[in-house]
């Protein structure tokens, strides 16, 4: 069954440097997320992007963060200066077709960010 | 806006006994609800979803859910525990977007 797959598992980094969080959604899907989950925390939507552009992004999503396919495969997310409140899992997801609430998305395992 | 809040962060129940993780959520309009469980080290896996069709949703692995919007519920069931739904779930309310509940942790006591 296609999973949608992230790497690396586990990142750890200095404040102020940058880091790309990548993404392999499922291949005929169209529509691709990111969440974080800060430890004992709600996950929490940061963007959707589909035809290589964003379609929202939640007030999180602020300057610091960028998304991008580079190629038809992979999807990233990059966090110019990371902050200590970066500290996240962050979770890749994709869905097939339009984005509504009918629509199911399928979420990569996660990567856990630590910022030092 | 829409929001779920899950009742209980940890349940613990015994193997073979029935498993119930409550979730109630708060919605503008009719909702879309899901189920999502996450093992250790595993991506959020779809169990269950509910878009206004049955309000009696049955999942994956013999869970199901009941929709009742007297009530504002969602909540999740299985008649009998097995080891390996020993998982962290989470309700989640879509509207623009994803609105996750806090999770539940299950554990299962052989």
């Known amino acids: 069954e296609p999973e949608v797959t992230q790497t690396p598992s586990h990142q750890v980094t200095q404040m102020g440097q940058e880091v790309i969080l990548r993404c392999v959604p499922i291949s005929n899907h169209l529509y691709f997320y990111w969440y974080r989950q800060i430890l004992g925390q709600k996950v929490e939507f940061l963007v959707s992007?589909?035809?290589?552009?964003?379609?929202?992004k939640s007030e999180i999503f602020d300057d610091q963060f960028s998304v991008e396919r580079p190629d038809g495969s992979n999807f990233t997310l990059k966090i110019r200066s990371t902050k200590l409140e970066d500290s996240a899992m962050y979770f890749c997801?994709?869905?097939?077709?339009?984005?509504?609430?009918?629509?199911?998305?399928?979420f990569g395992p996660g990567t856990r960010l630590l910022v030092l | 806006a829409q929001s779920v809040t899950q009742l209980d962060s940890h349940v613990s129940v015994s193997e073979g006994t029935p498993v119930l993780l409550r979730c109630n959520y708060s919605?503008?309009?009719?909702?879309?609800l899901f189920w999502y469980v996450q093992h250790p080290n595993k991506g959020l896996q779809l169990l269950l979803k509910?878009?206004?069709?049955?309000?009696l949703v049955k999942g994956i692995n013999g869970f199901e859910a009941e929709f009742k919007k007297s009530e504002t519920s969602f909540h999740l069931t299985k008649p009998s525990a097995h080891m390996s739904d020993a998982a962290e779930y989470f309700c989640?309310?879509?509207?623009?977007?994803?609105?996750f509940g806090t999770g539940t942790s299950l554990t299962v006591i052989p």
């Open positions: 997801a994709s869905s097939v077709k339009s984005w509504s609430s009918y629509e199911t998305q399928y």
């Open positions: 989640v309310v879509a509207g623009n977007q994803f609105y």
């Open positions: 919605s503008s309009y009719s909702p879309s």
């Open positions: 992007f589909y035809n290589n552009e964003i379609s929202e």
């Open positions: 509910y878009t206004s069709a049955a309000t």
